[in-house]
């Protein structure tokens, strides 16, 4: 069974920088896609980032709104996936999850419903 639990958010002004971790236990990170997407209040869950990594294979995938901005790795060491944040904005509030997925190296995955585990959540609040 895999676990993931997300850690690292809170209240930051605009402009700022948080780092979100996500642990995952059960498993290293070969052969799985891991996502972070986000949740506003009334909104839709949306993606953010993904990184894949098969054999000597490594993938990333950014959405538009984060390009620049944010960046995802793979800390082999913590077994973690973190998310660096940069340059916030108050539209970067939202609860932000982390999620996993079986990967074979095709096209990381950027919709929600291709992931299969998920964490709880922490939430980013950006104050302008």
Same mark, same amino acid.
């Given at each position: ?7 690292? /958010?809170?209240?930051? +002004? $605009?402009? &700022?920088?948080? =780092?979100?971790?996500? @642990? *995952?236990? #059960? !498993? ?6 891991? /996502?972070?997407?986000? +949740? $506003?209040? &009334?909104?839709? =869950?949306?993606?953010? @980032? *993904?990184? #894949? !990594? ?13 390009? &620049? ?60």
């Amino acid at each position: 069974q895999v676990q993931l639990v997300e850690s690292g /958010g809170g209240l930051v +002004q $605009a402009g &700022g920088s948080l =780092r979100l971790s996500c @642990a *995952a236990s #059960g !498993r290293t990170f070969s052969n799985y896609a891991m /996502g972070w997407f986000r +949740q $506003a209040p &009334g909104k839709e =869950r949306e993606f953010v @980032a *993904a990184i #894949g !990594r098969s054999g000597i294979t490594t993938s990333l995938s950014y959405a538009d709104s984060v390009k &620049g901005r944010f960046t995802i790795s793979i800390d082999n060491a913590k077994n973690t996936v973190n998310l660096q944040m940069s340059s916030l904005k108050p539209e970067d509030t939202a609860v932000y999850y982390c999620a996993s997925r079986l990967w074979s190296a095709f096209g990381l995955p950027r919709g929600s419903n291709e992931y299969n585990y998920w964490g709880q959540g922490t939430q980013v609040t950006v104050s302008s």
